[in-house]
């Protein structure tokens, strides 16, 4: 990165199949659950905090592998996104990209952005 702007440590909770698809090219904005019709459309996240208004990505974890018992179990994918992409995308207890909301900056900078899947 090397800009020297401030990165954001951001959590998302899935299973260990989608992190590792994630991890390697990015959130696809194209995915569709298993018997879902509708696309994701965005990514969402959450930074680390003490409250979550919409799930831990602990709890969102869970509960994909309990819906998804075939992709390997929970996992987290935790990415450290430059503070500039992350306030066009906060919504304040969810920090959510969509398109014309950091998506397309998030993309563009996946692969040079630090990474892990706990």
Known sequence: MGSGEPL???RHGTTRQ???AIFRYG???NYKEP???TRAEGFSTARIQSSYPYGSPDVVAAGKARLFPNEGGPAIIEIEV???IVQKADLGGEVRF???FGLEE???IWPSIP???L
């Open 27 to 29: 959130p696809d904005p």
């Open 8 to 10: 954001v440590l951001l």
């Open 106 to 108: 998030l993309l563009a």
């Open 35 to 37: 018997g879902e019709s």
């Open 82 to 84: 430059p503070l500039s």
């Open 115 to 117: 990474k892990r899947i």
């Open 98 to 100: 969509d398109y014309g």
């Open 18 to 20: 989608r992190a590792e």
